[in-house]
């Protein structure tokens, strides 16, 4: 006979034990109330104890909490403080939500404590390392599916912290119900919340070391709300990009042997008003008619304070809400690069301002700044500069160069303040700066974190380039991080360096009247003893032309004739330079005032209303046709880093004003500029010039009269003859309009 069997305990139940309390201990309780619990997961949601399974929750202001599970509805005791607990006699731990009363209202919600870590151990040891080259996927607010649920996951570095907690518009603002958990010693803290989705606003909480609390932004937020307002905002992009041709080809030819004419352009006030999506219905029209090859934006990143023009960042991961979200942000540059129009932006990786809600003393302690006040204080800002040290603030800063190139299709990252950056004592005076481990004033920190940022920079995004603003003669900017130079430094490794010492002497000598520019001829040609020691930019930017500096054709000398051929003239000799050019918007139509962001370019000198609107018309039809021209002359930036594209035909003609050279494609064939600084008309003036051209032909005259010149052009053909001048066996004979440069080629 058969032996009878043991009937089988009811589902999900199990024999019974010794039971425990399921309510939160005193410890937890404590720490949970006042945000300085490091692993609310372990304490919250559902648990294994002896008796079953316990389930707590917390839920400020709540006036009952209800365990579902399937067909199971379990009612938790309510505790105080907002705590709820039960324990049920389950064998498993079962997925679960809750019914939360407030007020008489129930909502059904996820339990956020019962989801296991969102990041896992390479993400955690890449961060520790400091080489997640990117950050912006694991840190931040994204919204995932986790577990079988969408919602959001909140991750933030803060290891001085005692306790973060999230706080937002999900839940009115009070973070008490949302504790995050602590990933061991990367100092990350993270909770995923369930039914969270795009466009919530949020901020992280955080208990100080001295148990004080702040509510601080995220670091790596990637939409802001608009200043003065300062919140994050979960963000998820769904930007279809159509600049596939652009990305495909835009690596084909190395920058420095390409055609580069930069506008720069302040996005807020080039035509105040204008959201990016309105931008990208103007701006690249405009550029594109103008024949720039690239804009460049002063600094996109969200700052609070308008007046800093950007350069004062509280958001290095959002471009600025002020004019749309990031979206309409890629939407513009994708417009632009559907245009042909490469995009540059200035970026600041210097330095951070001391809002008491954003980077500064983030934690409680330094952390992305310098923990010695002395490094830590910029001097002339008023701004906290970075701990380039420091390898997860590295990570930031590098991971934030290949976010705004992979996220958003930029092209070029124009640096700034490099110098402030390099030198220990950079605007600081004696006893306030302490040298390096070797005795010496360079930021060694600096240096490695630069050397990083360049070669992370161009081995994930082909195509892009980095440009230097940097104002010293520091050796090997523009140098191959690996090869070393006389400094004993390896280079610093940027595409490119503004060249600030051409833009400073050129415009002291334009400055002169013209009666005084002979003694002052070298600040002029001085540019070509070192022009080959970088790779440079010859930038006309908004720095020149603000806080009582002039606009550009307010910086020459005379009357309003002469101070639109001295522009005109200074153009045409800056085209003709090696080296690319940037011009700051407004100075393409001589612009008479400076620059200020709450208005803009003056477009209404272009009305033709307007009764010198010619005069300003001419200026910018000549800006076009020296992009038109440059872009069609190989001579005039194939071989901008090679000295054998440039020769001097003449630098030393002092009395005369007149300087005159030769540029060389790659196949040698010549463009000739001659500038002529005097205001005088000198007749038959000889320019020597290569015996094997046997004719010239004139195709840019900046006196021409469509350009508001005098029009002393030379419309026919011009033949060498057998005269010897400046060293060359044949010359040619020019009549030198004043004020003016002329672009020759050979007439073949």
Request: glycine share 10%; hydrophobic share 40%.
């Amino acid at each position: 006979m058969p032996s009878a069997r043991k009937p089988e305990p009811p589902a999900r139940q199990r024999p019974l034990e010794i039971a425990v309390s399921p309510a939160v201990d005193a410890g937890d309780r404590e720490r949970l109330l006042h945000g300085t619990h490091h692993d609310p997961h372990s304490v919250l949601g559902a648990h294994q104890v002896p008796g079953g399974v316990a389930f707590r929750a917390f839920r400020p202001y709540a006036q009952a909490v209800t365990v579902v599970s399937g067909d199971l509805r379990a009612d938790l005791h309510d505790d105080g403080d907002g705590f709820f607990s039960g324990l049920l006699p389950l064998t498993d731990v079962p997925a679960h939500r809750l019914l939360v009363t407030y007020d008489g209202t129930v909502h059904e919600t996820e339990d956020a404590y019962r989801f296991l870590p969102t990041l896992g151990e390479l993400d955690l040891h890449l961060i520790g390392e400091g080489r997640h080259e990117q950050l912006w996927q694991v840190l931040g607010a994204h919204v995932i599916t986790h577990q079988g649920l969408t919602g959001t996951r909140f991750t933030v570095w803060a290891p001085n912290a005692r306790g973060v907690r999230v706080a937002g518009s999900f839940c009115f603002w009070d973070p008490t119900g949302y504790p995050m958990r602590s990933l061991g010693s990367s100092g990350v803290w993270e909770l995923f919340v369930p039914g969270i989705g795009e466009g919530e606003l949020y901020k992280f909480e955080i208990t100080r070391p001295d148990g004080s609390r702040t509510l601080r932004a995220d670091p790596l937020a990637r939409r802001t709300e608009v200043p003065p307002a300062t919140s994050s905002i979960v963000h998820a992009s769904h930007h279809e990009w159509g600049d596939a041709e652009w990305m495909a080809h835009r690596a084909d030819t190395p920058v420095h042997e390409a055609p580069v004419s930069v506008y720069e352009v302040h996005l807020a006030s080039w035509r105040p008003g204008l959201t990016y999506r309105r931008l990208a219905e103007q701006l690249p029209a405009y550029v594109t008619e103008m024949g720039f090859t690239h804009v460049e934006l002063m600094p996109v990143a969200e700052h609070p304070f308008g007046g800093s023009w950007g350069y004062q960042v509280t958001g290095f991961y959002a471009p600025t809400a002020r004019l749309g979200t990031p979206d309409d942000f890629k939407y513009l540059v994708d417009r632009l690069h559907q245009a042909g129009v490469g995009v540059l932006m200035d970026w600041v990786p210097a330095h951070f301002p001391r809002d008491e809600w954003a980077l500064a003393e983030f934690d409680g302690r330094p952390l992305y700044e310098h923990h010695d006040p002395l490094r830590a204080a910029h001097p002339d800002w008023g701004t906290l500069e970075f701990d380039f040290g420091r390898r997860e603030v590295r990570n930031f800063l590098v991971a934030n160069a290949v976010y705004w190139c992979e996220e958003f299709h930029i092209d070029g990252l124009r640096v700034d303040a490099v110098a402030s950056m390099l030198y220990l004592d950079y605007s600081r005076e004696p006893g306030q700066w302490a040298p390096n481990e070797f005795g010496g004033r360079e930021n060694l920190d600096a240096v490695a974190f630069l050397q990083e940022m360049n070669a992370t920079v161009y081995r994930r995004c082909p195509g892009v380039v980095t440009i230097a603003e940097e104002s010293t003669a520091w050796d090997g900017v523009t140098r191959p991080t690996h090869h070393k130079g006389p400094s004993g430094f390896g280079g610093l490794g940027f595409g490119l360096k503004w060249n600030m010492g051409w833009m400073h002497d050129s415009l002291q000598y334009m400055g002169h009247d013209t009666v005084h520019r002979r003694y002052h001829h070298h600040e002029m040609t001085f540019s070509m003893v070192y022009a080959y020691s970088e790779n440079y930019v010859l930038p006309i930017s908004h720095d020149e032309v603000v806080h009582g500096k002039r606009s550009l054709v307010s910086k020459m000398p005379g009357d309003w004739w002469q101070q639109r051929a001295d522009h005109r003239a200074y153009l045409g000799f800056m085209w003709a330079h090696p080296g690319k050019q940037l011009l700051f918007m407004g100075q393409e139509f001589a612009q008479g005032a400076e620059w200020s962001e709450a208005h803009g370019p003056d477009w209404w000198l272009l009305d033709p209303s307007y009764g010198a609107e010619a005069d300003h018309r001419g200026v910018r039809d000549l800006v076009r046709d020296l992009n038109g021209l440059y872009r069609a002359t190989p001579a005039l930036w194939q071989r901008d880093t090679d000295p054998a594209g440039f020769q001097w035909i003449t630098g030393d003609a002092a009395d005369d004003n007149v300087f005159a050279f030769l540029r060389l494609d790659a196949d040698g064939n010549p463009l000739l500029a001659v500038s002529h600084l005097s205001p005088a008309v000198r007749h038959d003036y000889r320019i020597g010039v290569p015996e094997d051209v046997p004719a010239w032909l004139e195709v840019l005259n900046t006196d021409a009269a469509r350009y508001g010149g005098g029009d002393v052009i030379h419309p026919d053909v011009v033949k060498p003859e057998a005269h010897p001048r400046h060293g060359r066996p044949a010359s040619i004979r020019l009549t030198l309009p004043p004020l003016a440069t002329v672009w020759l080629r050979p007439a073949w």
